[in-house]
């Protein structure tokens, strides 16, 4: 009988264990998953001014698509793709979307569109 209980024991310690192990896995990824939502999720919106230094394009089998340089305030240089059918020359005046994320305050940069002049 002192047998048959530890055979037992042993397999629900392992069924324990078995559980413990699925219950931290799923624990952590959904930890790894929130704090990557909140680390690049986007603060604030602001609208930033540059000047067009450069255009490119680049082309594959698929698409092509089309680069512009923007050197924004500080004389930060930032390559943004720009839907193609707009008239942008170098020197235009675009606007930016500038978002920070809420966690590490970093800045991602958008297109938004070409300055009236």
């Known amino acids: 009988m002192s047998e048959a209980n530890q055979k037992l ?3 629900v310690s392992n069924e324990r264990k078995a559980r413990v192990r699925l219950f931290s896995i799923i624990a952590v990824s959904l930890a790894l998953a929130i704090a990557g939502y909140f680390a690049y999720s986007s603060g604030e919106s602001t609208e930033v001014i ?3 230094k450069s ?3 680049q082309a594959s ?7 512009v340089v923007v050197e924004i305030e500080n004389s930060q240089t930032l390559t943004l793709e720009a839907p193609r059918e707009l ?3 170098p020197g235009d005046k675009v606007v930016l979307l ?3 994320t809420k966690l590490f305050g970093m800045n991602n940069y958008r ?3 070409v ?3």
């Open 55 to 57: 255009l490119h394009s």
């Open 115 to 117: 300055e009236k002049q």
């Open 98 to 100: 500038k978002r920070e």
């Open 61 to 67: 089998e698929s698409d092509e698509r089309f680069y």
């Open 87 to 89: 008239a942008i020359r």
């Open 111 to 113: 297109f938004s569109r």
């Open 50 to 52: 540059g000047s067009v």
């Open 9 to 11: 024991d042993q397999i």
